[in-house]
Structure formats: C-alpha cells, structure tokens
C-alpha cells in the first residue's frame, strides 16, 4: 500500500504488478517507466526473479500474495486504487487470484476499491464468478474511439458504481452512450513523450456527462510537466464523484 499523488483516489493497493499494450492508450506507459525506476531502485517486486521487465513495451505479470493481507492492517477507512501498476483483468492473473482479491476487499467494506482494466471483455466474462460488494467500483479505460466498445463490455458488469476514465485521451470522443455509467474521468497524458490533448475534446465530455447527469472529474491537462498546466476547464475544477448505491461517497 501506498500513498497516491492521484487526484481521484487517496491509496494504491498492488496484489498484482506488469502488464503489456494493448491499445494506442498504452503506447507511453507511466507503469512500465516507473516499474524500471523501482528496479533500479531494488524493489523487491520489480527484479527479474519473477517479475522480468522486458525491453518491449511492457513488463511480466507477477502475482504477490504476501500483500493480500494489507488491507486488514489499515486502520483509517480508505479509497483504494487497485493496481495502479497492473491491470487485474490481463489474461495472466488466474481467476482463482482474482477471486482472492474479490474476497479481501468484500471482507473490508470500510474501504472503497476502485479497480481500472483495459481488458474489458474479460471482465464482462468473469463478472458472474466474482462477489460485487457495495465498496467495490470498476472502470474501463476509453482513450480513442477504437476502444468504445470497452463501454458496452463494463454495462454488463453489476457493480456498485461504473466508470470510465478517459486517459490519456488521444481523442475526441463524441457520442458516447452513458447509459449505465456513474462516473467519468478524463485527462491528458503526462511525461516527455506526452501527446497533446485538444481542450474541445475535454470539453465535450464534459458536457456530454452534464447532459446524461453523469458526475465528471477532470484530473489534469497533461504535459511534461502536468502539474504546471494544472487541471483547470473553462475557469474551475471539475471534482464532481460517484454515489454508490449504498450512498457511499469517495472521499
């Protein structure tokens, strides 16, 4: 567990760590360049004994049950980024591992989980065989249009809030059916190979979530340097979070 920099979510929780690109969205992955960063630093989870980083765009999957049991350790309630350095629902993390981290989280409602995947069908497959605890919301990463499918994939899936994070939109994305969904994120990739993100685009989203009552976060315009360019829209911050069917706010 650690403490996270990210506006949307306060802790990060990484029972699992690499993945690999699978779309246009992944092609400057921040995990992958910070992943080398921890093993050059002598991270115990990003060595090469199981868990190599290769020279392609990606890193290994590595499956670490030794943390498991944090969550039962924290004593203040939380919201929790679920594998900020992986992704759950890649083909290489075995259901029954899957079902573990279900589990923990189920056992701790006091926090609230918030798992993000690119695998979307995936997840639509293997929603009947997991728990969908109040305390546990999962998005899909819509960068482009090539990837709106991603939306239907997550309608499917009976959990208590439903996201999308648009980042990092490469672009516009006019359109979108919201029916179903109870949050969106959106912002603009970071570091020095960031791509630009037209502010027309983010607007857009914006108002397409105004006009289906969808609560929208704006996270950040991106760059080199984000926290330069700030993360102001027309004048403001746009900060607006989900509420769970049980009422259950992120703090």
Known sequence: MAKSSIEWTEMTWNPVTGCDRVSAGCDNCY????????????????????????????????????????????????????????????????????????????????????????????????APELPWPENVWVGVSVEEPAVLNRIEHLRRVPAAVRFLSCEPLISALPGMNLEGIDWVIAGGESGVNARPMDEAWVADIRDQCAAADVPFFFKQWGGRTPKQHGRLLDGRTWDELPVAKDGRLAS
């Open 31 to 126: 995990a992958l360049t910070m992943a080398k960063r921890l093993k050059a630093m002598g991270a115990p989870k990003y060595q090469t004994d199981g868990n190599p980083i290769s020279s392609g765009p990606g890193f290994g999957i590595a499956l670490h049950p030794q943390v498991l049991a944090q969550p039962y350790r924290w004593t203040k309630p939380a919201t929790v980024f679920v594998n900020s350095m992986s992704d759950l629902f890649h083909a290489k993390v075995p259901l029954a591992y899957i079902q573990q981290v279900f589990e923990v989280m189920a056992s701790t409602p006091q926090h609230t989980y918030q798992i993000l995947t690119k695998r979307a069908l995936r997840l639509a497959r293997l």
